[in-house]
Each structure stands twice: as structure tokens, then as C-alpha cells.
């Protein structure tokens, strides 16, 4: 059973990082999920046997993966099972199924651990290069599933001070070197921590997190324009009622009234969330008239998500799309769709087999890149609908020409578990990164308003029908993640692993613990 403590340590570590981000936000336990996985890998005293082998890393990796999707993403089942019309059998089967595919990303880059072991540095070096390549290749593999980095949970350390520069990458890359120089402490790697080597180690892990402190009074963007006052809309519609053609009255009376209400506050701007009304664009002609005519008559600007039904190339497709209503009307399409809910791979396959394949709006197409920011309320917006917002990349790249961040989302898909909250948590990144105020506008929440710095100014109580107004000032300029994305981190990776290799070559003279020390299964 012994040979078998390493992998239940790894499962243990994986889950601890769940508990860094929301709603629990115990960040020292990210630090200390990631020291241990590093500690199951690093080269010292008593070092694992099953470390030293590119397979046994593999092994480890990835049940570090599985104890973090397997907690992490536990709401999964909760979409599965309580809206997608499967048993809990099948429900299990398939987060099972969810769990291993993103385990197995999550691992395939940490074999080549095994050949940056010899030499303390390389490994420290190896061990961050190879998380954040992990955390990257996460974001687009099989379309992406950018969940759960390991930066998230630091939205409000000294680190959060990097995240202009490098975004939740380059957070999670700082963490990960935090905490294999703290795995090499822990392994006595070194025969003395006053060597030059282990100084470096230990002086370049510790000012990375002053220097995030320092980073964070850097103003990387200013105030431009007026500010706004938003009102947004939260009508807390059940989601297994959400679709049935009896309660659309009731949906559509919602809205009007809270509408109505927020009139009567005298707010610049209304937002109502994704797919506010359940219906099609151009199956409402009169509705969609009447949108527009009280934009107008009230010089109050509407920002709504609608299903919009056009014809493309010939043929009838259906969008998941937000529309402005008043001075002038404009649309944007969503362009990064989720599988499942919104599509289904291998269509001709497998819709129809099972229910959770064959959801209503799993019929939607993705719109075009290069979609200009919404203009609402005398300022521009940079529309991102639900999933759109958990890529920094594209976040990134759709709030150069924009003041405000909006994101649009309804996670009651999320029913009462945590991944509401670790959406919200996301979505206060984006903020960071960018230094722009983000609206998010929710059927069932969070419903908040973020600033600049990542913090919460406004927010409703979630699975409350209510309305939230605040101020919103539009900003202009561009961090340094905006202007070179998320390929400068690809390059530091790359040179960092490339030096780790060099250094490989030529191991400390000191480093006596790592060359003789004592293996262990």
C-alpha cells in the first residue's frame, strides 16, 4: 500500500487548491497545494523513486488533476443532472468523464520534469514553466476549459499586482516557482541554503511578492468620459422553467417592471442578462418594437441577451447575441460557444443518444471575429457573453477600442454550487488585467459591478429577483498584457525551460542532497 501514498498525496494536494478560490478564497492553501505537488516531484533527501521517471511524474500529475477538477468542478455534475435531463448514474459517468479528459491535459506537459531534476534551479525553473504551459494548453485544447488556474485565487494578494502585466498566467507561473523553491526547502535539497544558488532561489521567490505590491499603485490606464449610472436586472427565473411558453409572460413582465423601476432612479443605462427573453429576436417583432420605443422615449439606453435568429449562406442559424436598444441599434454575436449547451461536437454522432445531448439551445452558431465594441449610454463596451469571460486572451483582445467591460451570463445552469462564484471571481480578473470597471448582468448571480482593481463595488444577494444600480466610469489605455498577450509568457516559458536544460548539464557543486541523497517509494 505504500507504493500507493504518493498518488492519494497528489489527490489530496489537487483538492486543497479548490479551497484557494471562491467562495472559500483560502489563498495560503493554494501555496501550500502547489509546494506539495512540488514536494511529490522534487529531487532531495528521501526523493520518491516514482519522481525520477517521466511515467511516474505523469502518474502523479495526474492525480493532482483529478483531486482539483474532481472538487473544483463538482458543479459540473449539478448542470448534468438538474438541468441536462440525466440520471445521477449517467450524471456521474460523464463528470467522470470530464474529470479525466482534464486531468490528462493538465499532466501531459510535467514528464519532462523528469529531465530537469539533477540541478535545483532547473527544477524550480522546470516546475513553473511547465504549470503555466499547463494552465495554457488548457485554454484551447478541445476548445478550452480555462477553469481553476491556480492565479484566480490571488485576486487580492500582493501578487493580483502582476495581473496587468501578466495576467492569470503570469500569476499562477510566480506561484508555482513560489512554491517549488519551497518544496526544495522542505526536501533539503541543498547541503547549505547559504550557498549562491539557494539564495538566488529563495531572494527571486520572495521579491516576486513585494514587487506585485509595487505593481499594483502603477495606474495602467486613466478615466475617460462622463460617469454612468447602470442599472441591472436580476429576475431570478428558474431555469427549468426558464423555456416553457406559459411562464414567458411572467419573464417578460419581470424585466418591464424592474425596467420601469430603474427608469424612475434615473439611471443612464438598464442591462438585462444573457438570453434575458425566451425567445427569438425576430419571433417578437411587436416586443422588440416596444424595446426600442421606450429606449427612446426615455432616453435611457437598453443593453439585453437575446437569442438572434438571421439567415447565413442560405440557411436559418441562431446566435446567442446582445442587442442594444435606443439611440441606435447594434448587435454582437458570441463567438466562443460552450460545448453541450450551446453545441454539440460530433453532432452528427451523438445528438439525439442521450438527453444532455439534445438541449433546446444547443443549436446556436458562433458570430464573427472582429466585432466592434457596443455603444450605449455615451460609452463603448466590450461585450463578452457567460463563457466568453474565463478567456484572458480574448478579453484582452476585445477591450483595446472599449471603456467598460460587460459580461452577460446566466449561471443558473450552475444551480446552488460553487461555479457561480468561480465565475464572478474570474470576471474580477478580467478586470485586473484589463484596469477597466466590468458590469455583469445575471439571471440568478452574482449580479455585481467590478473596478479596475478586481474588487466588488456593488453586488445582489444571488436567487433574489431584484435590481442593482451603481457608477461605472469609462477608462482608456492598455496594460501591458493587452499589448502583448499571452504569447510573451509562451517565450519566458520557453527560454526558462530552455535554461533549465543548460543547467541541467552542470549540476550545483553543492548540491550534494539532490546527486546522493536517498530515494523512497
Known amino acids: ?23 472559500y478564497n483560502l489563498w495560503p492553501l493554494g501555496l501550500l497545494s502547489l509546494a506539495l505537488f512540488a514536494w511529490l516531484l522534487a529531487p532531495g533527501r ?30 459540473v455534475y449539478v448542470s448534468i443532472t438538474d438541468f441536462g435531463n440525466s440520471s445521477p448514474v449517467l450524471g456521474v459517468i460523464l463528470t467522470g468523464a470530464f474529470v479525466g479528459v482534464l486531468a490528462l491535459a493538465f499532466a501531459l506537459p510535467f514528464p519532462l520534469l523528469a529531465r530537469l531534476r539533477a540541478n535545483p534551479v532547473s527544477f524550480a525553473l522546470g516546475f513553473a514553466a511547465l504549470w503555466f504551459v499547463s494552465e495554457w494548453v488548457r485554454t484551447w485544447l478541445f476548445t478550452g476549459f480555462p477553469w ?8 487580492h494578494t500582493w501578487l493580483s499586482g502582476w495581473a496587468p502585466i501578466a495576467s492569470v498566467y503570469g500569476i499562477g507561473l ?9 518544496a526544495l526547502f522542505m526536501r533539503r535539497t541543498f547541503a547549505s541554503w547559504k550557498s549562491a544558488s539557494a539564495l538566488s532561489l529563495v531572494a527571486a521567490a520572495l521579491l516576486t511578492w513585494p514587487a506585485g505590491l509595487l505593481l499594483s499603485k502603477v495606474d ?44 424612475r432612479e434615473k439611471v443612464d443605462l438598464v442591462i438585462w ?42 440557411r436559418r442559424v441562431v446566435h446567442n447575441s446582445a442587442v442594444v436598444f435606443g439611440t441606435e441599434s447594434q448587435l454582437y454575436h458570441k463567438r466562443h460557444l460552450v460545448p453541450f449547451g450551446e453545441y454539440v461536437p460530433l453532432e452528427d ?14 443549436v446556436i452558431r458562433p458570430g464573427p471575429e472582429g466585432q466592434q465594441p457596443l455603444q450605449a449610454g455615451g460609452v463603448s ?17 476585445s477591450s483595446g477600442d472599449a471603456q467598460v467591460l460587460l459580461t452577460l451570463s446566466n449561471d443558473a445552469w450552475f444551480g446552488r454550487s460553487i461555479g457561480p462564484l468561480q465565475h464572478m471571481q474570474m470576471a474580477q480578473m478580467r478586470a485586473l488585467e484589463t484596469r477597466r470597471y466590468l458590469v455583469r448582468a445575471t439571471n440568478t448571480g452574482v449580479t455585481a459591478i467590478v473596478a479596475p482593481d478586481g474588487s466588488i463595488t456593488e453586488q445582489l444577494p444571488q436567487f433574489e429577483q431584484a435590481t442593482l444600480t451603481g457608477q461605472v466610469q469609462g477608462r482608456s489605455g492598455y496594460t501591458p498584457f493587452m499589448l502583448i498577450g499571452v504569447w510573451g509568457l509562451v517565450a519566458l516559458a520557453a527560454l526558462m525551460l530552455v535554461f533549465a536544460a543548460l543547467l541541467q548539464r552542470r549540476p550545483a557543486p553543492e548540491n550534494t542532497a539532490v546527486l546522493g541523497g536517498e530515494a523512497a517509494d
Open 349 to 362: 454522432w451523438i445528438r439525439g443518444t442521450i438527453e444532455f445531448f439534445n438541449l433546446p439551445t444547443s
Open 220 to 263: 495602467w490606464t486613466e478615466n475617460t468620459g462622463k460617469e454612468l449610472t447602470v442599472g441591472l436586472v436580476q429576475a431570478n427565473i428558474p431555469q427549468d422553467k426558464k423555456w416553457q411558453p406559459e411562464f414567458r409572460g411572467e419573464t417578460i413582465r419581470r424585466y418591464q417592471s424592474a425596467t420601469e423601476a430603474l427608469h
Open 148 to 155: 481553476l488556474f491556480a492565479g484566480y485565487g490571488h485576486i
Open 174 to 182: 510566480l506561484l508555482a516557482f513560489s512554491a517549488a523553491v519551497l
Open 273 to 314: 442578462p444573457e438570453a434575458a427573453l425566451p425567445l427569438l429576436y425576430h419571433h417578437a417583432p411587436n416586443l422588440m418594437d416596444a424595446l426600442q420605443n421606450s429606449a427612446q422615449e426615455t432616453g435611457t439606453d437598453l443593453i439585453t441577451g437575446i437569442l438572434y435568429d438571421t439567415e447565413e449562406d442560405y
Open 1 to 23: 500500500m505504500r507504493k500507493f501514498v504518493p498518488f492519494w498525496a497528489a489527490l489530496f494536494s489537487g483538492g486543497l487548491l479548490t479551497l484557494s478560490f471562491a467562495p
Open 46 to 75: 528521501h526523493q520518491l523513486e516514482k519522481a525520477s521517471s517521466g511515467k511516474g511524474i505523469f502518474q502523479i500529475a495526474l492525480c493532482y488533476g483529478i483531486g482539483l477538477f474532481a472538487t473544483g468542478g463538482s458543479w
Open 381 to 397: 463596451w466590450a461585450p463578452l457573453i457567460c463563457y466568453e469571460i474565463v478567456y484572458p486572451q480574448l478579453v484582452s483582445q
